[in-house]
């Protein structure tokens, strides 16, 4: 089971994050903080904590980046944890 979806009741646009194509990697958490520009694009995304697996990352940030928020005055930051755990 993952929680994927978009953090905040502004988000457009979010494509759910897919775990990493590698049969030995059955969970992971990833926590980030990103910046959501005022054209709703997301940016700067750090993380602050993960599995250490860094496909677990790739997976969570390269999704992110694509989320879409509405259009604001100005830019805000944004925290997100994902967390998955795989069938046995």
Do not use: N
Not at 46 to 52: A, C, M, R, Y
Not at 68 to 79: A, D, L, N, P, R
């Amino acid at each position: 089971m993952a929680e994927s979806k978009c953090p905040h009741d502004q988000g457009i646009y979010c494509p759910d994050i897919e775990a990493p194509r590698v049969t030995e990697l059955k969970e992971g958490t990833v926590q980030i903080k990103y910046t959501v520009l005022p054209s709703g694009s997301v940016s700067d995304i750090e993380v602050l904590e993960s599995t250490g697996d860094p496909r677990w990352v790739q997976a969570v940030t390269g999704t992110v980046h694509l989320w879409k928020y509405k259009k604001s005055q100005k830019e805000y930051k944004q925290e997100f944890k994902f967390s998955a755990v795989l069938g046995p």
